[in-house]
């Protein structure tokens, strides 16, 4: 693991687990296969790749792109629909800049990821919170909410929230499209983990995935089964984006690939690409990352992406499994959801004030992320982020036992 | 050539010359040294570059790059004083995020880079020009406006601006930042034809380096000896960052290897860096450029950037000695300053409205700028921009014939 500190954002030493940390692990970066792409795209000629690039991202490498998408969402995705970003932050940012100007409202999950809030807060926004629960986004509370304001844009994390975990059912994805189009704000759909799920399939194919799973506490053992790893969540927003100006999905290669690459995609109808192209960043600079694009576009083509997130998907699943286990047996006052995808638990200790906590923390050489950090209104001050895709599956059991050791 | 539609933002058919772009040349792109640079990062593992970068990016890269510009810009450049970004465009937005706010003021030069305008459009921003002349900006007329407005940030390109060619000197670049200490703004200093002088070096180290150089029509002919390319022009606004809190020097690799790689960097203070790395943008995302960052890293140690910028300088002083002949035998009433570096041409045919004259341009298989594009106030009517950097010297001949026929 390099942990070195002229390089990483993340710093880390040897002796000490961070369980806070929303990283892919190192060892699962997939240095060799970049490298081999890499070097096919030199063969081929990487020379118009070196200019200024197309606004909307290079053509062909969407082409790779959609075909690549139809076949994981298992419907037709149309090359014109995307748009190729440095991510899914710098989309966001983006977003943030064309819809909204300082003083205007934006919606936001309760829990959130906190650093999307942060990007909120340089623009100068009022961040309202709708809360959420094992369906994901409460679309009444939303409802209720847009009788007081008028928001630009509503940020959603849909499909295993970060950091909940949870997924927001069917039903309210269509409530929520209707709403948006009722009072016209922008969707922002976050959807960076939706490739990532580690359940059944049959489990995402119905309205309300999280009934069945709902799991608290030692209770949530009961359903740990993931063995088939072909099946994806349900409909994703970027596949109503088809139909509806109102959506932007986000999605980014930074966890199914590489985040250092700084490279994603938009899913978004036509009038709002139309918007994104119209931005002076795009005009002045050209495509947002073309040389990266070229290379990545290998990778897509020669399957390589594909068996890399099928690599992801058994690891992150044995992970998550031990995590649980882990858990169940050293955290017994934890509850939580049991997640069906992403990088993370949610864990509440009813009682335990985990900012509080949190100071005491690194005397056990172990660390999490504070509840309170994902509240846009100081909330959640008794839960606890922890990542099960950083470290390896004797550093999470090490880590769990640190911290039931921090707590009692 | 490749001008397919698919991958670059500037489509040119064959038979068409369009002397208006701001693009490299397709020849000169640097695919061969890239792809060294690729396979030497691949050999020695670029794993944590992979990973979310550092904020600032990579510390080795910084170094690599402090290293690289103390020996161009003959004075110490610190690896901490830099920020890697994704380009200068990139750059402005970010620092436009971070300094203003919608309905904000900020000051740019009449003519300046128009889609700097737009960027400043996008954050809804209220923008006063300053008129400049053969020394650059023209302090007087800024200490005026300073009178009225109250900017939060002032977009210079200081050195062979873009459209006009000219240089600010060193007098007024010391005004200048004592005007923005006073009145407490930013300077945002475009840099980035910085590193391509195509002048003789004691050219550019006296005060006012414009005044031995202004030629009009045709009497420019007299100084086109750029023999010697050692030499950089006047003292960079980078090299005052380091006392003064109110300068950012954007730079970028973009005129200086390729613009698809969409990499460059901020020299500034490090009050100036601090607020720049508490963006919401950088804690989410990391690092700007981290992958491509590693590889770029190779060919600055390799000597192969310095090989590349001479080459560079020696093919476009060529090309704008080319250019000069051309408008001079062919367009007789043209109006210029000779550049002494930069990509640029900024003539002036009095009693000739361009935007009109461009309409006919079509006809004659070439194309410009029109001056107003790069007006904040809809002027510069008889002016047009014509690049030398994009196309091979026949077809710049070529292009200025096309032009002369246009024009009678």
């Known amino acids: ?6 390089i990483v954002q993340t710093i880390c030493s040897t002796d000490f687990i961070d369980l806070g940390m929303g990283n892919p692990d190192f060892n699962l970066l997939p240095d060799e296969i970049l490298r081999l792409a890499s070097e096919k795209a030199f063969t081929k000629g990487i020379n118009a790749s070196l200019q200024y690039g197309r606004e909307q991202g290079n053509g062909y490498f969407r082409v790779a792109l959609a075909d690549f998408l139809t076949g994981s969402l298992d419907k037709k995705v149309d090359a014109d629909s995307l748009f190729i970003s440095t991510g899914s932050s710098s989309a966001l940012n983006l977003l943030t800049t064309l819809y909204t100007k300082a003083g205007d409202t934006v919606f936001v999950e309760e829990p959130t990821y906190f650093l999307a809030l942060r990007i909120f807060a340089d623009h100068g926004l009022r961040v309202i919170s709708i809360p959420i629960d ?13 009788k007081k304001y008028q928001p630009k844009l509503l940020y959603t994390i849909p499909t295993f929230q970060n950091p909940s975990g949870h997924t927001l059912s069917l039903e309210r994805r269509e409530k929520l499209i209707e709403l948006a189009e009722k009072h016209d704000f922008l969707i922002v759909a976050d959807e960076v983990y939706h490739l990532l799920p580690y359940g059944n399939p049959t489990d995402f194919k119905e309205n309300s995935p999280s009934k069945k799973h709902i799991q608290e506490g030692r209770k949530s053992h009961q359903k740990n089964s993931f063995e088939n790893l072909s099946g994806l969540p349900l409909k994703p927003f970027a596949l109503f984006a088809k139909d509806s100006t109102q959506i932007a999905s986000l999605n980014s290669f930074s966890k199914i690939l590489a985040p250092g690459l700084r490279l994603g995609w938009v899913q978004a109808h036509p009038k709002v690409l139309k918007k994104i192209m119209s931005a002076g960043l795009l005009d002045s600079g050209g495509g947002m990352n073309p040389f990266t694009s070229a290379i990545v576009h290998e990778l897509v083509t020669s399957g390589d992406l594909e068996k890399n997130i099928a690599l992801l998907r058994r690891t992150y699943h044995s992970r998550l499994n031990v995590m649980d286990k882990a858990i169940k047996e050293m955290l017994p006052s934890a509850e939580y959801t049991l997640p069906q995808g992403g990088f993370f638990f949610w864990v509440r200790i009813r009682g335990q004030n985990t900012t ?29 982020r922890l990542c099960f895709a950083f470290y390896s599956e004797d550093e999470i059991i090490e880590g769990v036992e640190r911290l039931s050791h921090c707590i009692s």
């Open 1 to 6: 693991m390099n942990t070195n500190k002229n």
């Open 356 to 384: 509080e906590l949190r100071q005491h923390a690194k005397e056990f050489k172990v660390d999490f992320r504070q509840g309170v950090l994902f509240s846009a209104n100081q909330g959640m001050t008794e839960y606890m």
């Open 134 to 146: 094992e369906e994901g986004l409460n679309a009444d509370a939303l409802e209720d909410e847009l």
